[in-house]
T-cell receptor, first 113, second 112 residues
Framework: NAGVTQTPKFQVLKTGQSMTLQCAQD?????MSWYRQDPGMGLRLIHY???????DQGEVPNGYNVSRSTTEDFPLRLLSAAPSQTSVYFC????????????FGPGTRLLVL | SQQGEEDPQALSIQEGENATMNCSYK?????LQWYRQNSGRGLVHLIL?????REKHSGRLRVTLDTSKKSSSLLITASRAADTASYFC????????????FGTGTRLTIIP
């Protein structure tokens, strides 16, 4: 049981480049979410999904896209990277939204030059 | 916007002492959770307390919840060097969207 996995662990992008951060879970969780963590800001919700085919915006969705074609995978796409997107990104999953333990991946550290 | 706010932002204590950190939030909640994050790692769930509970224990952890004051505290007894980490509270709001909202965290350092 791998839990929540994220790839890559570290990425450097140039401004304007696009990329996809991968997230997968093997716990059959319906709820998956993406957060970004910046110094002094805690974790902020980017996008979330309550099941395959269903996604919604979180607190800071601008510049990011998501899709959920399977229960297991929830990729996060940066359309045109900006220096303001330099951050650590965490994917999390749980059985349902709210009132449940969230299981976090190890994170992806992204640097946009 | 942040729902929860931890206090203090940073805390250093001697090994063996107790550590207490607090979380305040703004709106009514269904549940409050505490998470730990070791440096460079993802968050790990510690404990969940529901809005109708006042206190909960798990090993060396004790969590209290005061819904009238919209606050919670996390007590770690007999601290160990391995407890050095950042601690976050997270709440899901009552009435409507139950998305989890995290506070800004308390950085705990245990001095051996």
């Amino acid at each position: 049981n791998a839990g929540v996995t994220q790839t890559p662990k570290f990425q450097v992008l140039k401004t304007g480049q696009s990329m996809t951060l991968q997230c997968a879970q093997d716990m059959n969780h319906e709820y998956m979410s993406w957060y970004r963590q910046d110094p002094g800001m805690g974790l902020r919700l980017i996008h979330y999904s309550v099941g395959a085919g269903i996604t919604d915006q979180g607190e800071v969705p601008n510049g990011y896209n998501v899709s959920r074609s399977t229960t297991e995978d929830f990729p996060l796409r940066l359309l045109s990277a900006a220096p303001s997107q330099t951050s650590v990104y965490f994917c999390a999953s749980s059985y349902s939204m709210g009132g449940e333990t969230q299981y976090f991946g190890p994170g992806t550290r992204l640097l946009v030059l | 916007s942040q729902q929860g706010e931890e206090d203090p932002q940073a805390l250093s204590i001697q090994e063996g002492e107790n550590a207490t950190m607090n979380c305040s939030y703004k709106t009514s909640i269904n549940n409050l959770q505490w998470y730990r994050q070791n440096s460079g790692r993802g968050l790990v769930h510690l404990i969940l307390i529901r809005s109708n509970e006042r206190e909960k224990h798990s090993g060396r952890l004790r969590v209290t919840l005061d819904t009238s004051k919209k606050s919670s505290s996390l007590l770690i007894t007999a601290s160990r060097a391995a407890d050095t980490a950042s601690y976050f509270c997270a709440t899901d709001r009552a009435f409507g969207n139950e998305k989890l909202t995290f506070g800004t965290g308390t950085r705990l350092t245990i001095i051996p």
